[in-house]
């Protein structure tokens, strides 16, 4: 059997060129990868060029882009909740090129998950990674959930008191841990309600894969207990993956996204 084929695909994007690559699969049912952050198509350490591949081995057709100013494609970069033309247009792209595909499913990491619950209408399948809630990233501290799960993990080791007892503990820091526990149940973010209001609407299938060890994904788990998201835990499928890496990067978080991955297109 020969090798699928992979191909660059240059297309138009609100008068920009986008880039993105095409893993060819004969299967029913693509999925369109959404790239996080300022990340390339290609993903950390190639992981989701590598993922493409190893899904269209399997017969999965796989795209995946660049949204405008990064990578390979022009424009400036707005970010991920100014990116639904860039989603919209690869999304298009990605049907022309595969004519056979009937489904196409939509997956992303972080806010490439919250870029395909704003703007994902169009897909027939949701598959969200670790969906990023936390608006108060730049004091450099982790989400207010998982600091909250840190602090209690800690409060049970014996050993954490030892070191606080010989000055191995920076208060500093503990004080700003706890000041934004405060500042934030004050005033809880406005991206997880719009993400909860977006999703209890959504009506495609929907898969939520969540790095239990993860800083992110330990806030989404943490965001899907409120009310606000019952709705979407009345209808979506959680697969949770133990494992701190935010990008699934150890070969056994591989092996779990692939599978899960696979499980949630067929």
Not at 134 to 163: N, Q, V
């Amino acid at each position: 059997m020969a090798p699928p084929v992979r191909r660059l695909i240059a297309f138009p994007c609100a008068g920009e060129t986008l880039v993105g690559t095409l893993d060819e699969g004969d299967g029913p049912t693509g999925l369109l990868i959404v790239s996080g952050g300022n990340e390339l198509r290609c993903g950390a350490h190639r992981g989701m060029a590598m993922l493409a591949a190893d899904l269209a081995e399997q017969g999965i057709p796989v795209f995946r882009y660049d949204r405008r100013g990064i990578g390979d494609s022009s424009g400036v970069n707005a970010g991920y909740d100014s990116a639904g033309a860039d989603l919209a247009a690869a999304l298009a792209t990605f049907r022309a090129a595969m004519p056979g595909m009937t489904r196409v499913a939509g997956f992303g990491n972080c806010d490439a998950a919250t870029t395909l619950a704003l703007f994902g209408d169009g897909l027939d399948a949701l598959i969200l990674a670790n969906p990023w809630i936390d608006a108060a990233g730049d004091d450099g501290l982790p989400p207010t959930a998982a600091i909250r799960a840190r602090y209690a993990a800690r409060a049970r080791d014996p050993e954490t008191w030892l070191r606080l007892l010989r000055g191995g503990i920076n208060l500093r820091n503990v004080g700003r841990g706890i000041v934004k526990l405060l500042r934030d149940r004050a005033a809880p973010t406005t991206i997880a309600g719009t993400l909860a209001r977006r999703l209890s609407r959504a009506g495609q299938p929907l898969t939520i894969l969540i790095a239990t060890g993860d800083a992110t994904g330990i806030a989404f788990e943490d965001a899907l207990r409120t009310s606000a998201f019952a709705a979407t835990t009345d209808r979506a499928r959680v697969i949770r993956i133990a494992t701190a890496s935010h990008s699934f990067a150890r070969p056994d978080d591989k092996r779990a996204l692939t599978n899960g991955l696979v499980s949630a297109l067929r």
